[in-house]
């Protein structure tokens, strides 16, 4: 290593500056050894005391890791290493940990959670599987109970009170995906009571690589069934037929308004069968007839779209193409179907959703721990602002990694394979073969049985047996066949006389997309200055080596003329291997960066709606709200029925004002006259709604401002998805994707908030009195049915796939 290596080595500076902090601790061991339990017990208090005093951290993280480390010698009968409570001064910091496996990460842990809970406003720690939050839960929870903290676990299907149980103790176990979701549920609610999570502090990510890295590109979806069936589509096309033009509706041909009169809604009512459109319960018809009326009156076929193979496609109105894919939003499509007689598509409604990224950003300090991490540092630095620390192991690691052997074809490479288990089988030396699929796994277990040899087959399906089955596999003349990511978590220990034999031995029967796994596997063997040794089976037939290998490895192979059944093993085939992985590792890269560059502008979005929705729970009086949302929709009303002589279009402002059932005729021709005559007229029937309701008005008013924020919402979210597809192919247009989508996400954004604020003050002026808890527990009810949506995908084996001059306190908030 030159001299400039070591002077700008920042892993090494990072090290240098934890070992002086760990010679503190350790100076203070023979100190708090003396102490009895109960004085053990009652640092606690001594360190939430000097907190509110005025300490950080930062001033007491000596003292408390020493107390953490007595303790778990004390309750667990485990002490930390040095090199262990050099990871907890990372995870502190807010780091992202690389430590092997077997250096104890879950211990670690400990350190950096007691430290951080002593503030009381809870750590999460965030796990892989329910499996492992439960069992690090109760393994680990001695600790903390020992000095006066409580421990929680979530777990998939568990109640709210269960849940929010959970989370008001100091530290919180669970998976990242039950974290995500809870929070996107938490924005559900119609009453704060009924949240669980209580702010996102401090969280530290287990296996960070898997969860922060790989399970980034798909985001986490609150869905549910479209709840309306095709057949309504179809219902209301037709209701829109029988209604009249100016009699029962208007159209407001600029803004393609359509505005319900007072006789075309009691028409409606007889024709639905119900007592008020305007109740709650009966929103979704008043979309429906709007959407129904715009379709046929305003969606022309063959000019705005074409109906091809039975399918409505959309016109460009700019162009002159046909935008395949593309879908009108909010239900209009679904109406110009059911106009134009064909299929009407239902689709599962978005709800809610968010990703890692965003989710895990949101808390005032992450930090995450895993055994692969380096290779992945600059986007754990540029998405999360964490760097990687490589801490290094307890005993030096004496494993033996040989170069891979490269087969010809899938069989021969098969065949090789069970040929080296035989032969390592005979010396009862324990195997873990690692496969990148199920179907692999299985199609060499079948190979296994023909030759009579005994072994375990470990899909990560079962996450108690698999930490059952890795626990055995360090037993001599144990096989065990897993896919790569089993084994994430768990601790293969090696049995008596197995050391002897040379110690686990890895072999890895296909090359994954990222080098992580590879090493995370590689890594299962040689823990501790155990023995090991691992070793990869390849063949030019394996997906990484056919699509990214490239014709060199091909030449290379007829070249050199190999015979059938023999391999080739040589370092520049890895190195090119190594090449490939790191292509498709980028290709990875970019995905997730532009995953996030389009979530990070929803992410404003989705904070703005949510903080607005937090808002309305809280207060009890919504009159100051209410008076800018009503002068906003003045505003809006007046300003779109200026002249070009700059007075005010009474007609049609007076069209307008009819659906907030405002039935006197404008008589103003000065703009801001007129502006404050209309918002006393609307004002004046909104207090007198108000007299009318009396005490109950404002339970009425939250439970319709947050149905329409989210139905608006979930409105939007559809519209996004359409807005995704569609940018996506504006990159062969030269046209930068990510600018499209943030400006005309923002154009949607503005009219989701035009629409809020609109349907907000038709509703309220319209309201009669009805019985709404009956609907409040309907509501509830669907939250519950909600569907929780986190897939995963692969490069390889899946394709990828109103300028308004506005005062700004007034609306919600949106950065641009």
Request: hydrophobic letters at 35%; aromatic letters at 8%.
């Amino acid at each position: 290593m030159s001299i400039l290596t070591k002077i700008f080595d920042k892993n090494k500076r990072m090290l240098n500056k934890y070992k002086k902090i760990v010679e503190k601790i350790n100076s203070m061991e023979s100190k708090i050894e003396k102490l009895s339990d109960e004085q053990l017990k009652s640092k606690t208090n001594e360190f939430k005391k000097r907190l509110s005093e005025g300490e950080t951290l930062d001033d007491i993280l000596v003292e408390a890791f020493a107390v953490v480390r007595e303790t778990a010698k004390r309750v667990l009968k485990m002490r930390h290493f040095d090199v262990q409570l050099m990871g907890g001064i990372a995870l502190h910091e807010g780091n992202i940990a690389e430590m092997k496996t077997g250096e104890g990460k879950t211990l670690v842990a400990t350190l950096p959670v007691y430290l951080n809970a002593l503030t009381e406003k809870g750590v999460h720690l965030a796990t892989h599987n329910d499996y492992l939050a439960k069992r690090d839960a109760q393994w680990m929870a001695p600790v903390y109970e020992f000095l006066g903290l409580s421990v929680g676990f979530i777990q998939a299907g568990m109640d709210n009170e269960e849940r929010k149980k959970a989370y008001e103790c100091d530290v919180t176990y669970g998976t990242a995906n039950e974290f995500g979701f809870d929070y996107l549920r938490d924005n559900l609610v119609y009453d704060l009571n009924d949240k669980v999570q209580r702010g996102h502090h401090y969280a530290i990510v287990d296996e960070a690589d898997s969860i922060l890295i790989d399970e980034a590109r798909t985001p986490l979806i609150i869905s549910g069934p479209s709840d309306t069936p095709s057949h309504l589509y179809t219902k209301f096309a037709s209701i829109a037929k029988k209604l009249k033009r100016d009699e029962d509706f208007t159209l407001d041909e600029k803004s393609k308004a359509v505005i319900l009169t007072d006789e075309g809604i009691s028409r409606l009512e007889k024709m639905l069968g119900i007592e008020n459109l305007y109740d709650p319960k009966n929103i979704h018809y008043l979309f429906h007839t709007l959407n129904a009326l715009k379709a046929l009156h305003y969606f022309k076929r063959d000019k705005d779209y074409i109906i091809q193979d039975g399918e409505v496609i959309i016109v460009d109105e700019f162009t002159g193409r046909l935008m395949h894919g593309r879908r009108y939003s909010e239900g209009l499509h679904q109406a110009i179907e059911a106009k134009e007689g064909v299929k009407v598509k239902e689709e599962s409604l978005t709800y809610a959703t968010i990703t890692f990224q965003n989710y895990f950003r949101m808390y005032e300090k992450l930090a995450g721990m895993t055994g692969t991490a380096k290779t992945e540092e600059d986007e754990f630095k540029q998405i999360y602002n964490c760097e990687v620390v490589v801490i290094p192991t307890n005993k030096p690691v004496i494993r033996k990694d040989k170069n891979d052997l490269i087969y010809k074809t899938q069989k021969e490479k098969w065949n090789a394979v069970v040929n080296e288990i035989k032969k390592r089988y005979k010396k009862e030396q324990p195997m873990l073969v690692g496969t990148t699929s199920i179907e692999t796994s299985e199609l060499l277990s079948s190979m296994l049985k023909k030759e009579g040899i005994p072994h375990n087959v470990l899909n990560a399906k079962y996450h108690e047996k698999e930490a059952e089955i890795i626990a055995q596999a360090g037993q001599k003349g144990m096989i065990t066949i897993a896919t790569n990511m089993a084994g994430r978590g768990t601790d293969i220990k090696l049995g008596e006389g197995v050391v002897e034999l040379g110690g686990l031995y890895v072999i890895g029967t296909e090359r994954h997309e990222s080098r992580r796994i590879d090493n995370q596997l590689i890594g299962r063997s040689g823990r501790q200055g155990d023995p090991g040794e691992s070793r990869f089976f390849l063949s030019f037939e394996d997906d990484l080596l056919r699509l990214f290998g490239g014709d060199k490895l091909k030449n290379i192979m007829n070249t050199l003329k190999i015979e059938d059944g023999q391999p080739i093993e040589h370092g520049l085939l890895s190195k090119i291997i190594r090449d490939a992985q790191k292509r498709v590792e980028g290709i990875h890269f970019s995905i997730r960066k532009r995953l996030f560059e389009l979530d990070s502008i929803m992410d404003y979005q989705r904070s703005s709606i949510y903080s607005h929705r937090d808002w309305i729970l809280g207060q009890d009086n919504y009159d100051e709200h209410l008076k800018e949302i009503f002068e906003d929709v003045v505003e809006r009303l007046v300003e779109s029925s200026i002249t070009e002589e700059e007075t005010v279009d009474k007609e049609n402002l007076s069209k307008k004002l009819l659906a907030f059932g405002i039935v006197e005729k404008i008589e103003y021709d000065n703009i801001e006259e007129c502006k404050d005559k209309v918002f006393k007229m609307l004002w004046d029937r909104y207090l007198s709604k108000k007299n009318e309701f009396g005490d109950e008005f404002n339970k009425l008013a939250k439970f319709i401002m947050l149905r329409i924020i989210d139905e608006r919402w979930r409105k939007h979210l559809e519209a996004i998805e359409h807005l995704k597809e569609a940018v996506s192919l504006r990159a062969y247009g030269q046209k930068d994707p990510t600018m499209e989508f943030k400006k005309e996400s923002y154009i949607l954004f503005e009219e989701l908030i035009n629409n809020i604020y609109d349907d907000t003050v038709s509703y309220l002026l319209r309201i009669i009195k009805v019985d709404t808890s009956k609907e409040e527990e309907e509501t509830k009810k669907k939250i519950h049915q909600l569907n929780f949506v986190h897939n995963d995908g692969s490069v390889i084996n899946r394709a990828e796939k109103r300028k308004e001059k506005k005062k700004s306190h007034k609306r919600i908030k949106i950065k641009r």
